[in-house]
């Protein structure tokens, strides 16, 4: 962290999507895996404790991870293990196939709210896909039981409406599926730049996937990861508080460790912000972005839905009427983020619209401090500290659910 004046410069940590997938894909990979600058979260601890009840060894060494891959070896233990995923709706989804390959019998279960987080859609695919997998309580949502002897593999449909780690998980663990696996996605995929993400990570790690655009996607079995020299890029997601604070401040602010060019989909919520009035500069390693007067915008967020929260913080500071769109599947995140940031917001003074995939937020409305709910949703706590930053006497409740994804936040976030 370094500040000048009106400047502040941070360097970010690593991207917690990109960490979940280095984290299988040299978990399963045969040798050793050096994974640097690698975010150590609650969401992705848990990916790696899962990937440990396989037989995947880790050790923490000076500032790496090291990682001693599986060569996806059948563990058929002939007891059921429990695998605890906490809220981590990512490691749930991405690690269904995983554990399906190793073999064996698993119960796979989270928090009271992962229970709300459908898993349907990946469920079925796997069951096509010849593994005996089932939701042991309400269909098409966790706790899920997989009695698993490996992936078949083979052809299926997915349906593209739900969430794209759905299709993620399928092509991290594709390689390993006997016949492999050809998808085609029914109806447009949502959350597009994490697939790239994905399919980037399998590249790196000598892994090849044919696609025809995001409508089909094709994994040949018999390919294995290589294990390698890895290293995580910033987060993009995690920037955004700081993009946001400077834009609703007027001051500028970089972010280290920060590729514009790279494939997290949440570095365009940069180009929202050049709409909204932002002057930005990108960099091949960083992104400074200086805060000016705020026009409202009329985006399509299906792409980036993690950054709703991030862009309804200064939707608030903006003149004019805000209109974030397309974002349904906002409702089976960490909370049900379109109600959670309306009801919030409200308390604060906010002037919000709701509705079933969108949200009107009313900019430059008279705003007031109290007592604010996190719904223990880490993206809820950093957009409310955005607010902070402007109205006095915002006091978010367990702020300490920011451990999710960003350990550090508070730390950093205290010299804006």
Not at 202 to 210: I, K, L, T
Not at 325 to 349: I, M, P, Q, T, Y
């Amino acid at each position: 962290m370094t500040k000048f004046e009106n400047h502040l410069a941070v360097t970010m940590p690593g991207s917690k999507s990109i960490t979940h997938r280095a984290l299988i894909a040299g978990g399963l990979a045969e040798g050793t895996t050096i994974l640097r600058n690698d975010l150590i979260s609650e969401d992705t601890l848990h990916t790696a404790r899962a990937l440990e009840n396989i037989g995947v060894r880790m050790k923490r060494r000076d500032d790496h991870l090291v990682v001693e891959g599986i060569d996806q070896k059948k563990c058929d233990q002939p007891w059921e293990m429990a695998v605890y995923l906490g809220n981590s709706g990512t490691s749930f989804r991405l690690m269904l196939p995983v554990l399906a390959l190793a073999g064996g019998r698993f119960l796979v279960t989270g928090t009271p709210r992962m229970r709300d987080r459908p898993v349907g859609p990946l469920v079925d695919a796997l069951r096509q896909l010849g593994v005996r997998i089932a939701c042991t309580g309400r269909d098409g949502f966790p706790p899920v039981r997989i009695l698993s002897g490996g992936i078949r593999g083979g052809a299926i449909n997915l349906p593209g409406d739900a969430s794209s780690q759905f299709l993620s998980a399928l092509l991290l663990s594709g390689p390993y599926a006997e016949k492999g696996v050809d998808i085609t996605v029914k109806g447009d995929l949502v959350s597009k730049p994490y697939v790239d993400v994905t399919i980037d990570v399998m590249n790196s790690f000598g892994v090849s996937v044919e696609r025809t655009g995001f409508a089909r996607f094709s994994v040949s079995g018999g390919q294995t990861y290589r294990s390698m020299d890895y290293t995580v890029s910033g987060d993009a997601s995690s920037a955004s508080y700081f993009w946001a604070g400077a834009a609703i401040t007027g001051k500028t602010v970089t972010t280290k460790n920060i590729n514009p060019q790279g494939r997290q989909g949440d570095v365009r919520l940069l180009e929202v912000f050049e709409q909204m009035g932002c002057a930005i500069q990108r960099d091949t390693d960083r992104v400074t972005v200086s805060g000016g007067k705020l026009s409202a915008v009329d985006v399509d967020m299906g792409a980036m839905p993690d950054m709703v929260p991030t862009l309804a913080a200064v939707a608030l500071f903006a003149q004019g009427k805000t209109t974030i769109s397309n974002v349904a599947h906002l409702r089976f995140k960490e909370s049900d983020r379109l109600s959670a940031v309306a009801r919030e917001w409200r308390k604060l003074g906010g002037r919000v619209e709701e509705f079933e995939d969108s949200l009107v937020i009313h900019g430059e409305e008279p705003l007031h401090g109290t007592d604010v709910d996190t719904y223990d949703d880490h993206r809820l706590a950093m957009s409310l500290a955005v607010i902070g930053l402007r109205i006095p006497g915002v006091r978010i409740q367990n702020p300490a659910c920011v451990n999710k994804s960003f350990p550090q936040f508070w730390d950093l976030w205290e010299n804006l």
